[in-house]
Every structure is written in structure tokens, then in C-alpha cells.
């Protein structure tokens, strides 16, 4: 079952922030983030792991709300350079009954950043 | 370089033909996944392996088969009986299956006609 992404899609003007959400109905053990550019593979951006561990990358930063199975990306300041696909990538706890061997995307929030 | 090297990047098949797209890695990665992307889908788990001659069905394995002889080659066959195979299709191999990062191949395209 695959993750809940929101919004489906923003656009920014270059310096603006934006927060990109995701959540599951299962309990998570782990929370992928990637960014797809168009026509390109997906890059890693950072993992969350279960126990509530907010993680940074740059400007890019990213939380986990186990309680919630939720995660959520926070893109500051933006730059031209961040605009693609995001996904979130989730494996489940597996005490919830799920896998936690599967990796599972979400359908992607398009971001695009102009001047 | 290491990496994960997919071929080819597109790929024409008449309807009712087999075809088997290639993923090759150099990571010494123990798992390897296919992936298939539609627009406004995201990207869908077709198949999954942590070890040699083992692999899992993902959440669409159905018309879709797959080997894993060597730890480098993770090759999938789309069968005659997907209903719809043309679709973007993405390779990517991890150290271990859970908590490492995945790290992708450039795709195979792949049109049905």
C-alpha cells in the first residue's frame, strides 16, 4: 500500500519555503525521502528511522512522527536547483504485520521553484 | 564507477512478445529491486531480492517474472500477459534491504506497440 503524499504539487518563487508531507496507514519502521529530476533517476536525499529523528540536508530537513506514521520534508529557502518529484519512501514496522524488507513510494509531489 | 547500469534506456516490443530488461550492478549490493513508473502514479514495486536465487513479489508482480543468479544481475521479464506493459522502468540495489539508502539505475522506457 503505498504512502500518502500532500500536496500533489507546489510552486515557489525562489527563496520561499515549502513542507512536503507524507503518511501511511501502517507503522513505520523507516521514512525515505528521494528527488526525481525530469528524465533522470531518483537521488537519496536522507533516511528517518523509527524513534522520531529529525535529519538535515543543506536547507533540506525532514521529520518523523512515529505516533502519527507521518514524516515531513521542510525545503527552506529555496533554491532553482530543488525543483522535481519528491517521494517518500516507507517500510513498514514489522509489528504491524508489515515487511519491513519493502520499500514502498508515494505517488510524488511535483515542486517546482522559479526565478 | 560504480553503479547500476540498466539497458537498454528504450526498448520497442510488438504486443504479445516477451521481453527482458537489463540491471546490472557494480556495488556489491545485496538487494536489488524493479520498479515501474506511470505519470501521477509514483514509482510502483514490481519485484524485490536481498539474496542470490531469492526475490519477492512487490505489490504489482503480476505478468512480470524475475532471476537472480549472480548478485550483480537482477534482470526482469515483462510477459505477454501484462495488460499494460509500456511504462518508465526503474532498477535500484541497497547494501541490505532495510534502512540504507537505494540508489537508482537511469531507467528503461519501454513502448508496446
Known amino acids: 500500500q503505498q504512502p500518502v503524499q500532500s500536496p500533489q504539487a507546489v510552486i515557489l518563487r525562489e527563496g520561499e519555503d515549502a513542507v512536503i508531507n507524507c503518511s501511511s496507514s501502517?507503522?513505520?519502521?523507516?521514512v525515505h525521502w528521494y528527488r526525481q529530476k525530469h528524465g533522470e533517476a531518483p537521488v537519496f536525499l536522507m533516511i528517518?528511522?523509527?524513534?522520531?529523528e529529525q535529519k538535515g540536508h543543506e536547507k533540506i530537513s525532514a521529520s518523523f512522527n512515529e505516533k502519527k506514521q507521518q514524516s515531513s520534508l521542510y525545503l527552506t529557502a529555496s533554491q532553482l536547483s530543488y525543483s522535481g518529484t519528491y517521494f517518500c519512501?516507507?517500510?513498514?514496522?514489522?509489528?504491524?504485520?508489515?515487511?519491513?524488507?519493502?520499500?514502498?513510494f508515494g505517488k510524488g509531489t511535483l515542486l517546482t521553484v522559479n526565478p | 564507477d560504480g553503479g547500476i547500469t540498466q539497458s537498454p534506456k528504450y526498448l520497442f516490443r510488438k504486443e504479445g512478445q516477451n521481453v527482458t530488461l537489463s540491471c546490472e550492478q557494480n556495488?556489491?549490493?545485496?538487494?536489488m529491486y524493479w520498479y515501474r513508473q506511470d505519470p501521477g502514479q509514483g514509482l510502483r514495486l514490481i519485484y524485490y531480492?536481498?539474496?542470490?536465487?531469492?526475490?519477492q513479489k512487490g505489490d504489482i508482480a503480476e505478468g512480470y517474472s524475475v532471476s537472480r543468479e549472480k548478485k550483480e544481475s537482477f534482470p526482469l521479464t515483462v510477459t505477454s500477459a501484462q495488460k499494460n506493459p509500456t511504462a518508465f522502468y526503474l532498477c535500484?540495489?541497497?547494501?541490505?534491504?532495510?534502512?540504507?539508502?537505494?540508489?537508482f539505475g537511469q531507467g528503461t522506457r519501454l513502448t508496446v506497440v
Open positions: 535500484a540495489s541497497s547494501i541490505w534491504v532495510k534502512n540504507t539508502e537505494a540508489f
Open positions: 501502517k507503522a513505520l519502521y523507516s
Open positions: 528517518l528511522l523509527k524513534g522520531g
Open positions: 519512501g516507507t517500510e513498514s514496522d514489522k509489528n504491524s504485520g508489515g515487511s519491513n524488507y519493502k520499500l514502498t
Open positions: 556495488l556489491n549490493h545485496d538487494a
Open positions: 531480492s536481498q539474496i542470490v536465487n531469492d526475490f
